[in-house]
């Protein structure tokens, strides 16, 4: 028999005196709502990059925000590009309901349709998977964010953006730095080349492009975005640039239409902070 004050007595005591491990809440349904910006893309581990099922596969940096609000019938998601997506409260996670929407994406100039996307919560940081199809002139293309993460979106500085950045070396196979130009009878693709100076202030960022061009952004968390959404310089209008940092590189959207009157894409910009 063993006796009351033996070693495992006392471990079983303690144990039934203090229950057994608490598990952790699921999240309440105002725990997903408000800003959340996607973390910085990582090509290296496909975190926060979509890969596009073409030949050769195209990968695709993830940036920007989207914005939660509750419904009578659950959430709604807004994203910074312009598309609206409703969603179910499940126990463990918000998923897209009905599971099959469909969106054209103003900024890219394309469509694609969601069939599942599942976004986890824990405190200050989601987690996302999304498989869609994207729909382009040549074909429909299978999509997937396997590894999307994001951080809520708070008021920041412009520590991360401030000072020189640098065009990476175009990579046509890549689209990294291309920019597509559409116009009436013809669509060309060009390198985007050069330097851009961000300076400012908690928060409120001015950018300085090779053309000599001033361009307004307002940043928070680790994203800036144009603000006002459209601005005009030397016959450039702008009407989407958002833009993601680090501290040492940045990923970028932009969109707009140039002096010539044809409409531009960066899709994956991408730059490098110069030393100095």
Known sequence: MISATTPLALALSSV??????????????????????????????????AV??????????QIGDIVFTSTADGVTGRTDQGC????????????????????????????YTITRWSVTVAGRHQRESIEAVSH??????????????????TGGTGARF??????????????????TTRYADRVTQTPRQGTVTFTGRRGVLTA????GCAWRLTARGNTAKLD???????????SFWTVASDGRRQASVQAGTGPDGGAFLLSV???TRERG
Not at 33 to 40: C, F, I, P, S
Not at 138 to 152: E, I, Q
Not at 164 to 174: E, K, L, Q, T
């Open 84 to 111: 609206t997506w409703t969603f179910a409260v499940r126990p463990a996670s918000l998923e897209l309901d009905p599971p099959t929407q469909n969106c054209f994406n103003r900024v890219i100039g394309s469509a």
């Open 52 to 61: 596009i099922r073409a030949t050769p596969p195209i990968h695709v940096p």
């Open 269 to 271: 910009g991408a730059l």
């Open 208 to 211: 300085r492009t090779a053309d």
């Open 228 to 238: 006002p959404a459209v601005q005009t310089c030397g016959g450039t209008t702008l």
């Open 162 to 179: 401030a000072g020189s950045w640098r065009y990476d070396p175009a990579d046509p196979a890549a689209r990294v730095n291309i920019v």
């Open 136 to 153: 382009q002139p040549n074909g429909d293309y299978a999509f997937r964010l396997g590894d999307g993460r994001r951080t809520r979106a």
């Open 16 to 49: 039934l005196a203090l229950g057994t491990p608490a598990q952790t809440p699921a999240p309440r349904p105002h725990d997903y709502l408000g800003a959340w910006n996607y973390d910085q893309p990582d090509r290296a581990t496909l975190r926060n990059v």
